[in-house]
């Protein structure tokens, strides 16, 4: 029994032990609480002036220090800065020396024609400021940022991958005012096998969507040289492999290859689908391939309605230059291709008008964020019918097509990316996946199971 009573003794003074260095340790925490300062953070986000945020941040309960502010456009912190400008009427709010406003220029990439929302976000914590009530937005009428609008509110997107670099340009080809990319690039489908196999590799991609409910339309970006230029001059070798491949695909029912450059040629008829100094297609272009993609949609998705052409709203961007403008130039001398420094003169350009746009860039939600390492963008236009839901895969071409496709959609949802991005299609589920393919990526695609290739091989071959 003593011993019985000597243990229960020592485990007394071991509880007792350890009871006093909770204890200390409480105390250190407290102090250490304490010690910690504590933020009021006030403000106010006042407005957007040619690319250039205007509002003031400070902490109440710490008036001398400065309040780093972070900018988030359309879900994604785009720059970021330190509320430190001297402003007179801050001093006489008793927030020490007034010197707590910002200004803080947002990124050049932001000023392609949209909608823009904008928040502001107030030290580490990241606490929203409240928009000013006469909230205002300025942008000159001619300028870089004319064509965007931005208005108040929006929320932090999950991170995703950032977009692919833009495309530096190795040569383009100078035909008279016209520049082209240099012919050489890319492959083009030749032969009879590399044509089976991308047939069967966009079956294959049908077959996949289809198990998941998803209806799939390829489409084919044409070359800017094929509608704008002298069509039986050059890319009558792939024009060759395209045939063929649509003859192909006639023999199955999964699939059909939308060519779009029917439909770029017939958009000319009232204005040039592209600029000249411009590798991809302008706005204008843009529509009427949206159109195109909408109405092949509408068979499948009867809510997915193709825009009238009464929607074209465009504007006039004086001065434009492209992206081919300071690219490396060659001209033609007769069968030959020689370097060429011409000065490339600027030219008149359009662009959509942003102020009739509705649909807004929304969030990325983290669930689909994490399915994938592909680039995405979501966009929104709540009062369409829920039916109306997209999935967009391409490239830099694909970003013009988006305000159009967004305004008919009740959602759209972007993927940088050449190959299906399943893993995020099967989280998203939408109704169509649009697939922008340009001829280099046909040939061939991602390699199709045996099944695929023997589903194209006729009997006895």
């Not at 001297?86 to 803080?104: E, K, S």
């Not at 092949?296 to 997915?304: I, Q």
Request: net charge negative.
């Amino acid at each position: 029994m003593r011993g019985l009573g000597r243990t229960a003794g020592a485990r007394t003074a071991d509880e007792r032990k350890a009871s006093s260095k909770a204890s200390r340790r409480s105390k250190r925490a407290a102090k250490a609480k304490d010690a910690t300062p504590t933020h009021a953070y006030e403000g106010l986000l006042q407005g957007v002036g040619n690319g250039v945020a205007l509002g003031w941040a400070a902490d109440r309960a710490q008036p001398a220090e400065r309040v780093s502010v972070a900018l988030v456009v359309d879900g994604e912190i785009v720059a970021e800065g330190v509320a430190d400008v001297p402003r007179p009427d801050l001093a006489d709010m008793d927030l020490d020396d007034g010197a707590h406003g910002f200004l803080i220029e947002l990124p050049e990439r932001l000023r392609t024609p949209a909608r823009r929302r904008i928040v502001a976000l107030a030290g580490p914590e990241q606490v929203p400021l409240t928009p000013a009530p006469s909230f205002w937005h300025k942008p000159t009428a001619d300028g870089a940022w004319s064509d965007v609008v931005f208005e108040t509110g929006g929320a932090l997107s999950a991170k995703v991958p950032e977009p692919p670099a833009p495309m530096q340009y190795r040569r383009a080809v100078r035909d008279g005012a016209w520049l082209f990319l240099e012919e050489e690039e890319g492959r083009v489908l030749v032969s009879e096998g590399e044509v089976k196999e991308t047939a069967a590799a966009l079956v294959h991609n049908a077959r996949q969507c289809a198990e998941l409910g998803i209806a799939y339309i390829p489409a084919l970006i044409p070359r800017k040289r094929e509608v704008v230029g002298d069509s039986t001059g050059t890319g009558t070798g792939g024009r060759r492999g395209l045939a063929a491949l649509r003859a192909q695909l006639r023999e199955v029912d999964e699939v059909e290859l939308l060519d779009l450059l029917g439909v770029l040629r017939d958009a000319g008829r009232g204005g040039s689908p592209y600029h000249r100094t411009d590798a991809d297609w302008n706005d204008r272009g843009a529509f009427f391939a949206a159109r195109a993609l909408l109405k092949e949609a509408h068979k499948r998705v009867p809510a997915l309605r193709p825009p009238p052409t009464s929607e074209l709203h465009l504007r006039p961007v004086p001065g434009y230059r492209g992206t081919l403008a300071d690219a490396p130039q060659l001209q033609r001398e007769g069968e030959e291709l020689v370097e060429c420094e011409l000065e490339v003169a600027a030219e008149p350009g359009i662009a959509l008008d942003p102020s009739r746009l509705r649909a807004l860039r929304m969030p990325v939600e983290q669930h689909l964020a994490q399915a994938g390492e592909t680039h995405l963008r979501v966009y929104a236009t709540p009062e369409r019918d829920e039916e109306a839901r997209v999935a967009l895969v391409g490239d830099a071409a694909a970003l013009s097509l988006i305000p159009w496709l967004a305004e008919r959609t009740s959602r759209t949802t972007f993927f940088w990316s050449r190959e299906l991005p399943l893993a995020q299609l099967e989280l998203e589920l939408p109704r169509v996946v649009l697939h922008l393919l340009r001829h280099s990526d046909l040939a061939p695609l991602t390699p199709p199971g045996d099944s695929d290739l023997a589903r194209l091989t006729p009997p006895g071959a």
